[in-house]
C-alpha cells in the first residue's frame, strides 16, 4: 500500500495552526498512556488513529480518545492522509522496522526505546528518517523530568566543572510478577539500562563512551536463572559468534542465556569520566530512579522515587509516598518529551532526542551484553 502524504506536504500542512494528527501504533500499556497524554495534556495534537495488531485493542484506545481511525492493519495508518506523526509502543523488537515504514510514507516519528536492537537497524532507521526529512525522536523521557534537566543545565552551566563520575540507576516496582520465560533475553540491558545509559551520555554532554564492563544475574527469581528468558529474539549482540563459545562464556559468567533480573554496568568515557548504572526489576518501595553526576566543581543528584514532596511524621515515625508507576513518578517527563515532539513536528524546534543518542545508549547496551557473556571488559568500537 502506499500513502498520499508525501514528507514536503506534512511539513508545509503542520506549519499552519493545525494541530498534529497523531497516530499510535501499538495499544499496549505504554502506547495508551501516551496516547491519552496526547489527547489530554500536550497542545497542539489531536490523536487521529491507533493500530495494533490485536482485535479490539485499538478500538478500545481510539474510543477512549475520540480518534477516527482504529485499526489492526498498520499500513491503513501510514497511508492515511489524515495522520501527521506516529508514535511507536510496539514492542521493542519491531521498532527499527516500523521507523523505516513510517519514514518511508513520510511521516514523523517518535518511537519509544530501544529505537533498534542491532547498530544495522539503528542505522538503517536514521537513515531513512534524514532521507524522508521526517522528525526521528526517540523515548529517553527522563531528559524531560524537571530534576534531570535541571542536573544537565548545572552541567551546562559550569557549577559541576568537569563530569568526573555519574551515576544513574532503575528499580522497576515490586514485588515482580511476569513470567521469566515471556521476557525476552537480555530485556535488562535493551529496554531497562538503556535508560540509564542515555541519562549517563546526557549528563557528560559531549563525551563518548569507551568501554564497558557489566554484571548480571537471576537475583529475583534465580529458579528462572537456567531456563527463563525468551530466546525468540536470537542473539542480540552477536557476540556467541565473535567469541565462538557460548558454554566457555558461560563458565566464565555463570549466566548467558537465562533470566537476568539484576544488572551493574561500569562505563568509561573519553573525557575520563567514570560511570555506573544499575537496575533491578523490583523494588519493592516503588519505582525508582536516580542520576547523580560528580565533578571538579561539584554535584548534581536528582530523583527520589517521591509522588510529591510532602514528608509525614507520626507516632511510628516518617514516612513518604512512593510511586508504583513510571507514568505516574515521571508523569511531567513523558508530557514533556511528547510536547517537544510535537513542538518539533510543528517546526518550531528540532528533537531534543534523536537517533544518534539512541543509537550511543544501544552500542552501550550491546557492549554491556557483550560483556556479560565474555566476562570481559568490552570496548565499545568491538561492537560498532
Ligand atoms: N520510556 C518508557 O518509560 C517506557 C515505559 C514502558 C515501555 N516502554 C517501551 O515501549 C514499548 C512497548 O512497551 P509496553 O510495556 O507498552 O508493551 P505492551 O506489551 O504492553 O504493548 C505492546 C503493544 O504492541 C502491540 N503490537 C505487537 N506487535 C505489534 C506490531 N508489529 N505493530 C504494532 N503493534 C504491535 C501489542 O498487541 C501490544 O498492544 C517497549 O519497547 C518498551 O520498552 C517505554
Not at 518511508?104 to 517518535?110: C, D, E, L, Q, S
Request: hydrophobic share 45%; aromatic share 4%; charged share 20%.
Amino acid at each position: 500500500m502506499t500513502t498520499s502524504t508525501s514528507p514536503t506536504a506534512t511539513a508545509s500542512r503542520i506549519g499552519a495552526v493545525a494541530p498534529v494528527r497523531v497516530a499510535t501504533i501499538g495499544a499496549g500499556r505504554i502506547g495508551t498512556s501516551h496516547t491519552e497524554l496526547i489527547a489530554r495534556h500536550v497542545p497542539g495534537a489531536v490523536v487521529a488513529a491507533v493500530a495494533d495488531p490485536v482485535d479490539g485493542a485499538a478500538d478500545r484506545l481510539a474510543a477512549a480518545v475520540g480518534a477516527d481511525l482504529a485499526t489492526t492493519d498498520i499500513e491503513a495508518v501510514l497511508a492515511s492522509s489524515d495522520v501527521d506523526a506516529v508514535l511507536i509502543t510496539a514492542p521493542a523488537r519491531s521498532h527499527s522496522e516500523l521507523v523505516c515504514r513510517a519514514a518511508a510514507a513520510g511521516k514523523h516519528v517518535f518511537c519509544e526505546k530501544p529505537m533498534a536492537v542491532t547498530l544495522d537497524e539503528a542505522d538503517r532507521a536514521i537513515a531513512a528518517a534524514a532521507d524522508a526529512g521526517v522528525i526521528l525522536q526517540v523515548g529517553f523521557n527522563r531528559r524531560f523530568a524537571p530534576g534531570f534537566a535541571a542536573a544537565r543545565r548545572a552541567v551546562d552551566d559550569g557549577r559541576v566543572g568537569t563530569p568526573q563520575l555519574l551515576r544513574s540507576l532503575t528499580r522497576d516496582p515490586g514485588p515482580w510478577q511476569a513470567d521469566p520465560a515471556r521476557v525476552p533475553q537480555w530485556t535488562i540491558f535493551l529496554e531497562t539500562l538503556i535508560h540509564d545509559f542515555d541519562t549517563l551520555c546526557f549528563l557528560n554532554p559531549g563525551a563518548r563512551p569507551v568501554s564497558v564492563h557489566a554484571f548480571a544475574d537471576a537475583l529475583i527469581r534465580p529458579d528462572a536463572k537456567e531456563s527463563g528468558a525468551s530466546e525468540a529474539t536470537g542473539n542480540v549482540s552477536g557476540a556467541s559468534e565473535a567469541t565462538g563459545n557460548v558454554s566457555g562464556a558461560s563458565e566464565a559468567t555463570g549466566n548467558v542465556s537465562g533470566h537476568l533480573d539484576t544488572a551493574i554496568v561500569t562505563i568509561t568515557f573519553d573525557n575520563g569520566a567514570m560511570a555506573t548504572a544499575e537496575a533491578n526489576f523490583s523494588a519493592l518501595y516503588g519505582y525508582d530512579v536516580r542520576g547523580e553526576v560528580f565533578g571538579s566543581a561539584g554535584m548534581a543528584t536528582t530523583g527520589s522515587g517521591r509522588t510529591t514532596d510532602m514528608t509525614f511524621y507520626g507516632a511510628a515515625g516518617v514516612e513518604i509516598e512512593t510511586a508504583r508507576r513510571d507514568t505516574i513518578l515521571l508523569h511531567e517527563a513523558y508530557v514533556g518529551e511528547l510536547t517537544a515532539f510535537v513542538e518539533a513536528v510543528r517546526g518550531a524546534s528540532s528533537a531534543v532526542v534523536g537517533g544518534a543518542d539512541a543509537r550511543t545508549a544501544l552500542q552501550i547496551a550491546l557492549a554491556a551484553i557483550r560483556s556479560v557473556e565474555t566476562g570481559t571488559t568490552v570496548r565499545i568500537d568491538e561492537v560498532g
